[in-house]
């Protein structure tokens, strides 16, 4: 399993995407430069948080142009890997893998914290091995996150199975539900209808390495290993 950590001008975890997957994870990991043609033989496309292009425009919306991305599409359409976290998450809605979109946070502030999550479904990659009545604490950093589609696609979402993950309270009560940003649903992340396309608001790279004093991300990426590599 080959991973590929895409990188536009404006990205700032792209290096904690690749330190967690090369270093916390074992894994070949490459960049790939926005303005390339070639995947390198990639089987696992991130695309990482950050304000690509500097989110002049609307988060995501220019990058979503960029060269790479061409080659991106055409890999998730063959059914290839894709995921995006942060900013990422909010590539994919612009470029249409994935449904919905990433609003301005209902506060209208800058969230950076500690927050809880948790998995909707084990019928998806990155969810496949975690526990459903866990809470795990990822960081989020973001000022658009709030999750928005139509009723109808919602719906979709549900009966599809295409809710990753929402966000959560604490790990002590498995019923209450914290929203961090209006998110409609308490969405904290999606997948597309094939199920071969992922987006997270909240970052899971950094909750990799036992130094940062918190470990839950591994267990995502660890689902998405076991599952590729066997």
Same mark, same amino acid.
């Given at each position: 399993?080959?991973?590929?950590?895409?990188?536009?001008?404006?990205?700032?975890?792209?290096?904690?995407?690749?330190?967690?997957?090369?270093?916390?994870?074992?894994?070949?990991?490459?960049?790939?430069?926005?303005?390339?043609?070639?995947?390198?033989?990639?089987?696992?496309?991130?695309?990482?948080?950050?304000?690509?292009?500097?989110?002049?425009?609307? #988060?995501?919306? +220019? &990058?979503?142009?960029?060269? /790479?991305?061409?080659?991106?599409?055409?890999?998730? @359409?063959?059914? =290839?890997?894709?995921?995006?976290?942060?900013?990422?998450?909010?590539?994919?809605?612009?470029?249409?893998?994935?449904?919905?979109?990433?609003?301005?946070?209902?506060?209208?502030?800058?969230?950076?914290?500690?927050?809880?999550?948790?998995?909707?479904?084990?019928?998806?990659?990155?969810?496949?091995?975690?526990?459903?009545?866990?809470?795990?604490?990822?960081?989020?950093?973001?000022?658009?996150?709030?999750?928005?589609?139509?009723?109808?696609?919602?719906?979709?979402?549900?009966?599809?199975?295409?809710?990753?993950?929402?966000? #959560?309270?604490? +790990? &002590?009560?498995?019923?209450? /539900?914290?929203?961090?940003?209006?998110?409609?649903? @308490?969405?904290? =992340?999606?997948?597309?209808?094939?199920?071969?396309?992922?987006?997270?608001?909240?970052?899971?790279?950094?909750?990799?390495?036992?130094?940062?004093?918190?470990?839950?991300?591994?267990?995502?990426?660890?689902?998405?290993?076991?599952?590729?590599?066997?």
């Amino acid at each position: 399993m080959k991973f590929g950590v895409v990188v536009f001008p404006g990205s700032n975890c792209d290096q904690d995407l690749v330190d967690a997957l090369s270093v916390g994870m074992q894994q070949e990991v490459v960049k790939l430069w926005h303005k390339d043609h070639d995947l390198q033989g990639c089987d696992f496309i991130l695309l990482p948080g950050g304000f690509s292009y500097g989110d002049y425009l609307r #988060s995501g919306a +220019i &990058a979503r142009f960029s060269p /790479i991305m061409q080659e991106v599409v055409q890999h998730a @359409n063959r059914g =290839g890997y894709v995921m995006g976290i942060c900013n990422g998450f909010q590539i994919l809605t612009e470029a249409g893998l994935l449904p919905g979109a990433l609003l301005r946070n209902v506060n209208q502030k800058f969230i950076c914290d500690n927050v809880y999550i948790k998995p909707v479904t084990t019928n998806l990659l990155p969810t496949r091995n975690l526990d459903l009545n866990k809470a795990y604490k990822i960081p989020v950093a973001h000022g658009e996150g709030r999750y928005h589609a139509d009723k109808e696609t919602l719906r979709r979402l549900e009966d599809n199975d295409q809710i990753m993950f929402k966000y #959560s309270s604490n +790990i &002590a009560d498995t019923h209450e /539900i914290y929203n961090i940003n209006g998110s409609l649903l @308490n969405i904290a =992340g999606v997948a597309n209808e094939k199920k071969n396309v992922f987006g997270m608001m909240p970052h899971p790279e950094r909750a990799v390495d036992p130094d940062l004093g918190n470990t839950d991300g591994r267990a995502i990426f660890e689902s998405i290993l076991e599952m590729v590599n066997a």
